[in-house]
């Protein structure tokens, strides 16, 4: 057969591992962190030890020597138990550690990557802008050549991982040239006189994952700091957020299998008129529906990660796989939140938090407008007169 | 130094399996026999001695074929190799036949320390460390909550109902430990990859020299002669109180004197 949905034993008792970390070390923390807004130092560390944030590089960088694939079996674990730590590693190893990864020097990987891959520090990505995420195309940060430094001047928004007590660098798109107009992408090290971490934001959702606005007021990194080509700044970028949809996926499809989880036990144990909720059949079809969205979802991820892992075009794999996952969470948190009568609209139960952690997987990464979008204009349809 | 931690496939006590059989694959880590959890503890002790001082860790295994996931998983914390004593002969064996087995095991090793879990989760007997000692000719230092080895001595705090005694030995010698003893550490994910690499020696009873009418169901001391499921809960008592708390007390304390817990 050509077709296999076969995991390695390795892969196998990877995603065991991260299954148990997840229900014995993350759930019973997971509803105090994420009221106290707390980033929990100590339960990040355990993973780094555990080589998670290595899982797709080699050993010679710091890696656990896995593929992309094993990191997205982890971030579905972690994601069914709590979203904010599966975001914090979707992150850190998708959007901070990737791009040293993909377009940095040999030097650079071997300075940089390390530490990240153990777990020991975590990068950001800085492409969105406070005038505009979905047009990152349109970014106002420049970088202005300056002797044997760059002079970088600009604001960055929601930039995740950039502010714990871990973050070490930030990687960020700016403007270089603007006739014609180049973007180009540069490392800068937390610290760097001229750079601030902003205080962050009061989101919904998320609450133990880190997000930041950043600062740059004529910021000075050395040429040395320039990561990847002059003028691929852009499509560089845009190249990592392709594999983190996928990673996103993932995410989502952990949400959904949480879902899943808290339902069927509460419909075993809650009654109403006399009976387990579970043997209405309007409560089992919701839940029933729930299974369906995750297995789809989980179908997805794996298949664009195939493709990519092949080498195969796997752009719109990716994006179906975002798209219709990160809807189906919403769905199904608010879906789980109803099973749960009162106390789903709580904190006592983790599926409020579900809900309220979902959404936000529509809008990272690519809006569903902009998955749509991308899907679209890969089926040939006209791209729309913008501008 | 050479450590030998000794461990047991388990059916899994802690599984539920309603929850987890929830993906596309055949997963049935849910039902699936696993490693003995207090093997985890003397794992992670052998570890930190491998870490802090350099150690050989040899994992020793009684158990069919497919214990060779078991072993797998052992390896995965980071230990050296393993010794699989595999021969359809074994099953069934009490506490003396797997004693008698392991001990058979190691008569040809060298090594200075035996760290093993101070029992199983299925048979509970916490009999198997001490009968090693036994067989082996060698110190047992048992119940151990906390382990120092230093110039050719190791001391435990041996765990009592009412505090630790200090207990120590030269070495080579046994000691078997309890959950207080440590947190077990996950295996990384290198850790998972290299098991599948390390060596297995695969030994069976007439490679060690044992009889096999002395092992297995047939030479065991003991015989289970009936099994009775544990009784369902009773139910429990209710006691009311006029809101002054004066009669809630007197009823609990009552109630603990019956039970002869006061
Ligand atoms: C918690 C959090 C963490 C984040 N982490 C990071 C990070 O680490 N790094 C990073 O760079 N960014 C990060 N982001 C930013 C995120 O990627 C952006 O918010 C997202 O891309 C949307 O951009 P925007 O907020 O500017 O919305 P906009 O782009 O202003 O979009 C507003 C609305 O218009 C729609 N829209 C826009 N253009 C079109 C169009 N052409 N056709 C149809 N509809 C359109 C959008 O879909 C959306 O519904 C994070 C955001 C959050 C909230």
């Known amino acids: 057969m050509a077709i296999s949905f076969e995991l390695t034993e390795e892969q196998a008792e990877l995603r065991r591992v991260v299954r148990q970390f997840a229900r014995d070390k993350v759930a019973p923390r997971a509803r105090e962190m994420n009221a106290n807004r707390e980033f929990p130092l100590d339960l990040v560390r355990q993973m780094g030890e555990m080589g998670l944030f290595g899982l797709p590089f080699p050993t010679e960088y710091g890696g656990s020597g896995g593929t992309y694939l094993d990191l997205c079996l982890a971030i579905e674990e972690l994601g069914r138990v709590d979203q904010s730590l599966g975001i914090t590693l979707e992150a850190a190893v998708g959007l901070g550690a990737m791009p040293i990864w993909k377009f940095g020097t040999e030097e650079q990987k071997l300075q940089l990557l390390p530490a990240l891959a153990r777990g020991e520090k975590l990068a950001g990505f800085g492409l969105t802008e406070p005038g505009g995420g979905s047009d990152a195309g349109g970014l106002r940060t420049t970088a202005e050549r300056d002797g044997d430094h760059w002079v970088i001047n600009g604001t960055k928004q929601f930039i995740t991982n950039a502010g714990t007590d871990m973050s070490d660098f930030v990687t960020i798109t700016a403007v270089t040239s603007q006739q014609p107009r180049a973007v180009t992408n540069f490392v800068v090290p937390t610290g760097t006189p001229g750079y601030t971490v902003g205080g962050g934001y009061d989101k919904v959702g998320w609450h133990a994952s880190d997000t930041r606005d950043l600062y740059f007021d004529d910021c000075r990194v050395p040429v040395a700091n320039q990561l990847g080509e002059t003028g691929r700044g852009f499509a560089n970028f845009l190249s990592i957020l392709d594999e983190g949809r996928i990673a996103i996926s993932a995410l989502a499809t952990g949400s959904i299998q949480g879902c899943v989880d808290e339902c069927v036990r509460y419909a075993h144990e809650r009654e109403a008129f006399g009976k387990p909720i579970g043997s209405y059949q309007a409560i089992a079809f919701k839940i029933a529906d729930m299974e369906s969205a995750a297995e789809l979802a989980r179908n997805q991820y794996w298949y664009a990660a195939w493709l990519m892992a092949e080498g195969k075009p796997f752009k719109r794999a990716a994006s179906v796989a975002k798209l219709y996952s990160s809807e189906a969470a919403v769905t199904a948190a608010r879906e789980a939140c109803q099973i749960f009568g009162g106390y789903g609209f709580t904190t006592e139960y983790p599926v409020g938090r579900f809900y309220q952690d979902a959404k936000i997987l529509e809008i990272g990464e690519g809006t569903s407008e902009v998955q749509r979008m991308l899907i679209a204009r890969d089926l040939g349809l006209p791209p729309a007169r913008v501008g | ?262």
């Open chain 2, 1 to 262: 130094m050479r450590i030998i931690c000794p461990i047991k496939r388990v059916p899994d006590t802690a599984a539920d399996k309603k929850i987890d059989a929830t993906d596309n694959t055949v997963d049935r880590d849910g039902s699936e026999p696993v490693l003995n959890a207090n093997d985890e503890w003397s794992i992670e002790e052998a570890m930190r001695i491998k870490e802090r001082d350099g150690a050989e860790v040899i994992v020793l295994c009684m158990g069919p074929e497919a214990a060779q996931t078991t072993i797998r998983k052992a390896l995965s914390y980071g230990l050296d190799g393993a010794i699989h004593v595999n021969d359809e002969g074994v099953a069934g064996s009490d506490a003396v036949g797997t004693a008698r087995v392991l001990a058979a095991a190691l008569a040809d090793e060298e090594f200075d320390l035996i760290i093993m879990g101070n029992q199983s989760s299925d048979a509970r007997t916490m009999l198997v460390p001490a009968m090693l000692a036994e067989f082996l000719d060698l110190p047992a230092l048992t119940y151990a909550k906390k382990l120092d080895v230093a110039d050719g001595t190791a001391t435990v705090q041996r765990e009592m109902p009412s505090g630790h005694q200090v207990v120590e030995a030269p070495l080579p010698a046994v000691v078997s430990v309890v959950e207080a003893i440590n947190e077990p550490r996950y295996p990384s994910f290198k850790g998972i990859m290299a098991a599948k690499s390390k060596p297995v020696a695969t030994p069976d009873l007439a490679a060690l020299g044992v009889d096999a009418g002395e092992v297995g169901l047939g030479g065991a001391w003991t015989q289970v002669d009936e099994i009775t499921p544990k009784p369902p809960k009773e139910a429990g008592e209710k006691v009311s109180d006029d809101g002054s708390g004066n009669l809630g007390a007197q009823a609990v304390a009552e109630f603990l004197t019956k039970q002869k817990l006061l």
